[in-house]
């Protein structure tokens, strides 16, 4: 199976390369195929999995990201569609991202009867399927390896035996039971004592094995029940909880996780839970840390302008002119917006930690052009004067301001080198939004601030007017 996919990713990067030019340097580093051992999920080091005889993994190594045409997750996609459905494999994932926090579709399902949870995890696996952009969908949840399983029966509670008893002896014949240890050089060499091999190798034999009792020996079928079964070679659990785990990709072009999880959450999940009323479902993956992030820094955020409210506030003597030049920050996440569609980034924590950076940055050019009204106002302009006077002349140092910032991040926004790709969607936010924020400010500012000034005049008029004495004609 790994020379089959070898040879079909073969096949893909042959396709890529012909588009290319003919004496541009191949992006090709390297092909390395490993069987037995489980690859970690990224990082250079790639045998640093667990060992298992059923795994195999294939891997091509290209050169960075900045040094190639050809996308990674093009190659992954045409590499994928050529291998097409391998119906012997009972796990099958392509995968190219260089840190992966989870899948983007991850559904951790419960409930006491593992039977319902296989039954729930097929039907919610067929329910993906439907969607257009959801591929490698998959469960955790395997057969299991075969095992003999014992029964005990009620006779043998007479003849003074336990099943840990049965289970005991049982092992012993046919793994196994160690005898001594031999010290040969520096190794410990164990010696085990077991039936012969002609007398272990068949389910009859278990059925004719003698089992030793008070007061002798009776064939172990006469004490327990023997049959096969099967047995879950790794039982996970959360809060307590046996769970198994729906995951599967998405292609970010056609549909989004966030979407996913919304069709999940209102539709899918109520009806599983309507045929399964004892059947709990949790998010996790990317959706749970998305989840945690966005938490977090939903706290975050609200402490940041608390207090930037707070030290605009103390210095200004008024509550309403720190809310003016705060009214500029949801323009400038506006801003933040239009550069990750203009780039074409996606929305993500970083983007969200630019923001909140953001959200400190852009209320400067906002504090500068009221406190020149301020100071215009006590020199005794009148208030449209004094906000057009401060508007131009502060027009130059704000716009200037906010020019050297954008420059100053645009080397870190416009990179293309893989080790800047984590700080593009950040600088992005950073540099874009103060950009558009400092544009809109000129506008937004002062007509907040005459908005401001109109309001306190007419309940100056007002209480004035309430609280004269009347004169009588």
């Known amino acids: 199976m790994a020379r089959f996919i070898e040879q079909k990713g073969r096949e893909t990067f042959a396709e890529f390369e012909k588009r290319e030019d003919e004496d541009a340097e191949s992006p090709l580093r390297g092909i390395f195929t490993l069987i037995g051992q489980e690859p970690r999920s990224s990082g250079p080091d790639f045998t640093n999995g667990g060992f298992s005889s059923n795994i195999a993994s294939v891997q091509f190594s290209f050169t960075p990201g900045d040094e190639r045409a050809l996308a990674s997750r093009d190659f992954e996609n045409a590499w994928r569609e050529k291998v097409g459905p391998v119906v012997e494999a009972r796990s099958l994932v392509f995968a190219s991202d260089l840190i992966s926090i989870g899948a983007p579709v991850d559904v951790q399902l419960s409930d006491p009867d593992p039977a319902v949870v296989e039954s729930a995890s097929l039907k919610l696996m067929e329910r993906l399927n439907r969607f257009s952009g959801v591929f490698d969908i998959e469960s955790d949840q395997d057969q299991g ?153 939903g706290i975050a955020f609200g402490a940041a302008l608390l207090m930037i409210y707070a030290l605009l506030a103390i210095p200004f003597r008024s509550y309403m002119q720190p809310l003016i030049i705060m009214a500029v920050i949801p323009f400038g996440i506006i801003g933040a917006l239009i550069g990750h569609l203009i780039l074409g980034l996606p929305l993500g924590v970083l983007s969200m930690f630019g923001m909140i950076a953001l959200s400190g940055v852009i209320v400067n050019g906002s504090l500068i052009l009221i ?71 000129q506008l937004l500012i002062p007509a907040m601030t005459m908005m401001e000034y109109s309001a306190k005049q007419r309940i100056k008029r007002y209480w004035s007017d309430l609280f004269s004495p009347s004169v009588p004609a």
């Open 145 to 297: 390896l075969k095992e003999i399983q014992l029964r005990l029966k009620p006779e043998a509670r007479s003849l003074g035996v336990t099943l840990q008893d049965v289970a005991l002896q049982v092992r012993a014949a046919f793994f196994g039971s160690e005898a001594l240890r031999v010290q040969r050089g520096s190794e410990d060499m164990r010696v085990y004592i077991r039936l012969p091999e002609e007398e272990r190798n068949s389910i009859i034999d278990v059925e004719r094995f003698r089992v030793r009792v008070p007061g002798g020996e009776v064939p172990l079928a006469t004490l327990a029940e023997v049959s096969f079964g099967q047995a879950p070679a790794v039982i996970r659990r959360t809060d307590g909880r046996r769970i198994t785990t729906v995951t599967a990709d998405i292609d970010t072009n056609i549909v989004t996780s966030q979407e996913i999880a919304k069709q999940l959450t209102d539709e899918i999940m109520p009806e599983l839970q309507a045929d399964y009323p004892q059947l709990l479902y949790s998010f996790g993956g990317e959706q749970q840390e998305q989840e945690d992030s966005f938490g977090d820094l």
């Open 371 to 441: 406190d020149f009204t301020n100071e215009n106002l006590r020199e005794g302009m009148a208030i449209e004067d004094a906000i057009i006077s401060a508007t131009k002349s502060r027009f130059r140092p704000i716009m200037l301001t906010s020019l050297t910032t954008f420059l100053g991040v645009a080397p870190i926004t416009f990179e293309t080198s893989l080790q800047a790709q984590f700080l593009i969607p950040m600088s992005a936010s950073l540099g874009f939004g103060v950009l558009f924020g400092a544009i809109i400010l």
